[in-house]
Each structure stands twice: as C-alpha cells, then as structure tokens.
C-alpha cells in the first residue's frame, strides 16, 4: 500500500507569490494534518481535516488555508509568500481525528521563497 | 514551561546503545511519540508508548516512560550508522502532536 503522498516535492516561489501543496492520505484513513518544519526546528502544527471539516487550526496567520475533499486529499494554500514560509510542508494521515494511535507523515513539500 | 524539551546532539560509536532523552509538558498526553527523520527527508513514525504504559520495547528500541517526572526516553540497542539522524519525540496536545526541536545522533564507525 501507499504511504502518504505528497506533491510537488520542492518548489521555487517569489514573495508575494500563492503556493497550493497536495496531499493524498493512505487508503482508509481520514484525518490530514498538515505541519511547517522550519530548518534546524521540529515541525509545527498548521491545520487538522477530519471528515472534510477543519478540526483544529495552529499558530498560523490567515495567508495559510486548507480544506479536505471527499476522497480525503487535501490540499494546503499559502497566500502573499514571505520569505519566512520557506520550509519543509509536511502531511500527515490517521485513521481517525482523534489524534491517538499512529499518525504517519509523506516526504514533505520544500518550499523555497525568494 | 511551554516546550517539549530534548538534548540537541549524541554522538556514540558503533555498537554502543543511545539513550535520547525527552521532557514534555502535558501531564493528560496520551500518547507519546518517537520520529526519525534522515537528512532531507520527511519523519518516519518508531514507535509510541500509551500513557497507562511506562515502557514498550521493539526490537532494539526501547521506550520508558516516567509520567510524575513527564520524561520520555527512547533507548537504541547496538547502534549502527544507519541510525544517525534527528529523532524527535512528541506528545499530544489538543488533539494534535508537538514536537521537540529534535535530537541529532551521529554513530561513528
């Protein structure tokens, strides 16, 4: 079976610029997070879909959105690029929402702002 | 405080066992977590001990868990340099995990 699946792998945007990062859960699981890993940093929460709806929301400012489809891909949105976005965009899937048990994380999305 | 707090850098040889050790915050944290994340990499899950647990062991790791002292410790048996990487421990909070800045371990032959 498929881990989490992300794309594109890496990425070149200028500020000001919008980015959308894609995620593909592994089959049979329903919850997406998505997490920011900032270089030399463990990775912080931005966003958690559940069922197609938002289930918690980080520290993040308004530019970053997110949303769940109904085959629980999901899609992650930065607005008016900062060179501080510049980070490694990672996804992770469950089973459930819960946030019990084993949660398991793609590659990521390098995301370089010049 | 705020953060769940590990030791930035071990270095062992080969062979030898690694302990990396981590304080978390949340005394209701269910779960708890160790990652693997290799250069350039995205985290590989290790394992996770359940909080009723105080220690979990699979083949050469071993978790312990003290809950009064909030310490988490992820021990590797016979250390080889396939295991240097960032390792990052992580607790649940609200439904979601946080991590620690992670601890890097390098295994010299």
């Known amino acids: 079976d498929a881990g989490v699946t992300q794309s594109p792998t890496h990425l070149i945007k200028t500020r000001g610029q919008q980015v959308t990062l894609r995620c593909s859960p592994i089959s049979g699981h329903k919850s997406v997070s998505w997490y920011q890993q900032v270089l030399g940093q463990g990775p912080q929460f931005i966003f958690q879909?559940?069922?197609?709806?938002?289930?918690g929301r980080g520290n993040f400012p308004d530019r970053f959105s997110a949303r769940q489809f109904p085959n629980y891909s999901s899609e992650l949105n930065v607005n008016a690029l900062l060179l501080g976005d510049s980070a490694l965009y990672l996804c992770?899937?469950?089973?459930?929402?819960?946030?019990?048990?084993?949660?398991?994380f793609g590659e990521g999305s390098r995301l370089t702002v010049l | 405080g705020e953060d769940v707090e590990q030791s930035l850098f071990l270095s062992v040889r080969e062979g030898d066992s690694s302990v990396i050790n981590c304080t978390y915050t949340?005394?209701?944290?269910?779960?708890l977590y160790w990652y693997k994340q290799e250069p350039g990499a995205g985290l590989q899950l290790l394992t996770y001990?359940?909080?009723?647990?105080d220690m979990k062991q699979d083949q050469r790791l071993t978790v312990l868990l003290n809950k009064k002292d909030k310490h988490l410790s992820l021990r590797i048996a016979d250390t080889q340099t396939g295991d240097s990487a960032i390792y990052f421990c992580?607790?649940?909070?609200?439904?979601?995990?946080?991590f620690g800045k992670g601890t890097m371990l390098l295994v010299s032959p």
């Open positions: 001990i359940f909080s009723n647990m």
């Open positions: 992580a607790e649940v909070r609200y439904s979601t995990l946080t």
């Open positions: 879909y559940y069922e197609k709806e938002e289930r």
């Open positions: 992770a899937s469950s089973l459930d929402g819960a946030g019990t048990g084993e949660l398991f």
């Open positions: 949340d005394s209701s944290s269910t779960y």
